[in-house]
């Protein structure tokens, strides 16, 4: 779809920051429809100017979802990239902190989720869910966004299922490192990290491949998935180390 000449009609949560601005940026580029979604007003206004369409929304408020949604008339390819970091410090677990990192990374998706089901099901279009690299293995002080993205992982292959019949086609995103506003506050050490460039292309290609597991980049993902392999025990040793290392 990235390369191709058919215009179509894209929606993209996350899309005034990081990977979900660039993807806002190239689809645009490539002269398709962009419904860009987020709440920064500058980087709505900047997508503006380049032809975007900016919905400011609230993605945690589900009826502002819906109703927002049921005004578009079509929507080919939805990307649902919304999302947060923060971190647990033990032996202080923060439950609050653990909460609201469930609660916005799963909320905006589901919300989105429901808000653009029904046009992906009229144009038999592609629902695509970013996940991350951290939900193959357990790290320390990530507690919190790898349970999130564990179980975004899970609802994107159940979808790719579920949806099947109805002839939507679901597509899971799984990036390492990237360069963005939320990598800045990693203070440890982001091997193979990927601009925002790289991991827009690494999308769109997937996406035009017809790819449902997206992974980049593959020299980071092919190892961490190896390592989840691993019997328990020697993962946990391996990781009490790299804990401690950093």
């Known amino acids: 779809m990235a390369d191709s000449?058919?215009?179509?009609?894209i929606l993209i949560t996350g899309a005034t920051s990081g990977i979900g601005y660039q993807l806002a940026k190239d689809y645009l580029a490539a002269g398709h429809e962009v419904y860009a979604v987020g709440r920064d007003d500058d980087a709505l206004?900047?997508?503006k100017k380049l032809g975007a369409i900016p919905i400011d929304l609230d993605l945690m408020d589900r009826d502002k979802v819906i109703e927002a949604f049921?005004?578009?008339d079509q929507i080919d390819l939805a990307i649902c990239g919304a999302g947060m970091c923060e971190y647990l410090d033990m032996p202080n677990f923060d439950s609050s902190v653990f909460m609201k990192v469930m609660s916005v990374n799963m909320g905006t998706l589901s919300h989105a989720i429901e808000g653009v089901l029904p046009k992906l099901i009229a144009s038999q279009g592609r629902l695509v869910g970013l996940g991350s690299a951290s939900a193959y293995v357990p790290f320390a002080?990530?507690?919190a966004y790898g349970s999130s993205k564990a179980a975004i992982h899970y609802l994107m292959k159940t979808l790719q299922i579920s949806l099947?019949?109805?002839n939507v086609d679901v597509s899971l995103v799984v990036p390492g490192f990237?360069?963005?506003p939320m990598t800045k506050q990693n203070d440890f050490p982001m091997p193979?990290?990927?601009t925002t460039e790289q991991a827009s292309q690494a999308i769109r290609d997937g996406i035009e491949n017809g790819d449902e597991v997206i992974e980049f980049p593959k020299k980071l993902t092919l190892p961490l998935k190896t390592l989840g392999l691993l019997p328990d025990l020697l993962w946990q040793q391996v990781s009490e180390k790299l804990y401690k290392d950093n």
Not at 5 to 9: C, D, V, W
């Open 5 to 9: 000449p058919e215009k179509s009609h």
């Open 45 to 47: 206004s900047e997508l």
């Open 70 to 72: 049921d005004k578009i």
């Open 141 to 143: 002080r990530a507690e």
């Open 164 to 166: 099947a019949p109805h």
């Open 178 to 180: 990237v360069k963005t």
């Open 192 to 194: 193979f990290i990927q």
